[in-house]
């Protein structure tokens, strides 16, 4: 699998990473390395074999809908780069 | 003081040889004096950790210590740490002071364990070789010039400098393990679900797991009780009672049941490694266990699958830095596309961009069932291979890491080549089973790491193992010229 130079910066927008040209070339060197090395998996036969996604293969687990927890939002806003009165505030978004 | 084990230093503070405030003291000065040339810490919380030893002091006064009261540790920099800067050894949570205690902490608190820091890491726990680190690469305490194995790399080098008696790691894909191993330590990664993921920062979900890296696996045991159990706070946290993991530590080895993996055993294994782990199957055999070969055909390809497992949850989880809520964020951003891509683009390192960009890209529409759900169906494959071995043998031992502790720098330029280091650990982190890395012997003055790994749940077993070789080896004991 060769990953072309659109094809990183498709990706990377997916994923919302800046990545400057200079370093598209090398990602998409590294990617389609990896990914070669990946496709080593097709060899194979998996067509019966069910996908396990926790090892002991249980359910997820679901809790009474209640309130558990309290309003932190000073707390946890105090972490945040910008926020005024108790929002966080982004560039403007609608004009 | 620094040579003992957790547990001698836990008779020591008993019989008020010393008290927990001087032990702290002494460690603390250690790292200060001992921790330039390896820069295996990365925050140093001096006057927490000495208000906790009083506290832990006041408790041992009042009859009520635990094991490891008074007995002071380190936790890597991935737990959430109250009021203690958590990076996760990325530019992205630099300034980022954990509002709350991981699970892991909050026990080891009330345990009354005092926190001496954080160590150093791989950025996102994502690597092999503590290279990838904002903080700058961790340096093997047995030579400066090579790495000390990641993703726990700072963990590692920091007990085997006898910096800390112990501390705290997390293993995805061999990531307690093989630093243990190229550090010459010990370290237990339990069960998937056995010790809670609450407040330890994702990587890779269906994979991530806590465990202890002590000098020896007694203190394994010891630390690994304090830190396991159900916890509601992770949706995946196994309902289980927890056993007495000490439980075994005595039980005889006549009759055990050591199964060698063929696969473990060709080519790619470096010859000092193999002699090693030959040397400690002999001693295994001098103490009864009976050696068979066994079959794990689908390991082969465990890294490929891993290499598309941790890099697809890896960008889910890491979706969530977004430059809004936390974390760093870019100056003066455009628009919100810009914020978004540039705080991450700068916030992020490059291995962990490439992880990333490979998850987005195995997850995007049209691929998933090429890559992700090709890769849970192999683990099936993997699991199904060591049930069946499970069926033969009571545990599976092999090399933990097919070479010692390679240069700084050696393997950085190559993603493949790094990601091969951990080829035998990571068939582990895809089952889901327990495993653990000892000390057993060196090559060419590098230690050399001992594989051992569990059926499910089995950990009490897994340590009594070990336990029973380091009753008749002292590779743990060994501490690194200039660290004694």
């Given at each position: 699998m060769s990953l072309s130079h659109d094809d990183v910066r498709k990706i990377a927008h997916l994923a919302r990473l800046a990545v400057s040209e200079a370093d598209v070339e090398v990602y998409a060197r590294n990617l389609s390395g990896i990914l070669d090395f990946v496709?080593?998996?097709?060899?194979?036969?998996?067509?019966h074999v069910a996908p396990m996604a926790h090892p002991q293969d249980t359910a997820q687990r679901l809790r009474d809908d209640v309130v558990a927890e309290g309003d932190q939002r000073e707390r946890f806003q105090a972490l945040a780069p910008a926020v005024d009165a108790g929002l966080y505030l982004v560039p403007k978004v609608i004009e | 003081m620094h040579d003992k084990t957790i547990a001698e230093l836990s008779a020591a503070l008993a019989k008020g040889e010393c008290s927990s405030v001087e032990l702290t003291e002494h460690f603390l000065k250690r790292i200060e004096s001992l921790d330039g040339g390896l820069?295996?810490?990365?925050?140093?919380?001096r006057e927490q950790a000495l208000a906790q030893a009083k506290e832990a002091d006041a408790r041992r006064a009042s009859g009520e210590?635990?094991?490891?009261?008074?007995v002071p540790m380190a936790h890597k920099d991935i737990f959430c740490t109250q009021g203690v800067k958590t990076t996760c050894g990325s530019k992205m949570l630099n300034n980022f002071i954990a509002p709350y205690d991981a699970t892991v902490v909050e026990r080891f608190k009330a345990a009354g364990s005092p926190m001496l820091g954080k160590t150093n890491m791989d950025e996102f726990a994502?690597?092999?070789?503590?290279?990838?680190?904002f903080h700058g690469p961790v340096k093997n305490p047995?030579?400066?010039?090579?790495v000390p194995g990641g993703s726990s790399g700072g963990s590692a080098a920091a007990v085997a400098a006898r910096l800390t008696p112990s501390a705290t790691g997390t293993d995805t894909g061999g990531s307690i393990r093989q630093p243990a191993a190229l550090c010459g330590i010990s370290g237990l990664k339990p069960?998937?679900?056995?010790?809670?993921?609450?407040?330890?920062?994702?990587?890779a979900s269906s994979l991530d797991q806590a465990g202890p890296m002590a000098a020896s696996a007694e203190d394994c045991a010891l630390l690994a009780n304090a830190m396991s159990g159900f916890d509601?706070?992770?949706?995946?946290?196994?309902e289980r009672p927890v056993e007495?993991?000490?439980?075994?530590?005595?039980?005889?080895?006549?009759?055990l049941r050591i199964g060698l993996p063929r696969e473990f055993f060709g080519?790619?294994?470096d010859a000092g490694v193999a002699k090693a782990v030959e040397a400690a199957v002999e001693e295994y055999k001098k103490l009864g266990a009976v050696v068979k070969d066994v079959g794990?055909?689908?390991?082969?390809l465990s890294v490929p699958a891993y290499y598309v497992v941790a890099p697809a949850e890896c960008s889910s989880n890491l979706a969530?830095?977004?430059?809004?809520?936390?974390g760093y964020r870019c100056e003066d951003p455009r628009d919100l596309m810009d914020l978004y891509t540039r705080s991450r683009g700068e916030g992020f390192g490059a291995e962990v961009k490439r992880r990333i960009m490979l998850g987005t890209y195995a997850l995007s529409a049209g691929y998933f069932d090429a890559y992700y759900l090709k890769a849970q169906k192999i683990r099936r494959l993997i699991a199904d291979d060591f049930r069946k071995a499970f069926d033969e043998v009571d545990v599976i031992l092999g090399p933990?890491?097919?070479?010692?502790a390679f240069k700084?720098?050696?393997?950085?330029?190559d993603p493949v080549t790094m990601y091969l280091s951990d080829i035998y650990t990571i068939a582990v982190n895809l089952a889901g089973l327990p495993g653990m890395s000892i000390p057993a012997g060196q090559s060419e003055g590098l230690p050399v790491g001992l594989q051992l790994i569990g059926n499910y749940f089995d950990e009490a077993r897994l340590l009594g193992v070990a336990h029973q070789y380091q009753l008749v080896t002292d590779w743990h004991r060994r501490i690194p010229e200039g660290f004694a």
């Open positions: 496709e080593q998996m097709e060899a194979v036969d998996t067509d | 820069n295996s810490f990365v925050t140093v919380t210590a635990g094991p490891l009261t008074g994502m690597g092999s070789s503590n290279e990838t680190s047995w030579d400066a010039e090579r069960t998937y679900g056995r010790v809670s993921r609450w407040g330890m920062i994702a990587f509601a706070r992770d949706s995946t946290s196994i007495d993991f000490t439980a075994r530590l005595g039980e005889p080895l006549k009759g080519e790619g294994m794990l055909p689908n390991s082969g969530r830095f977004d430059g809004v809520r936390y933990t890491s097919p070479s010692t700084l720098g050696e393997k950085a330029d």
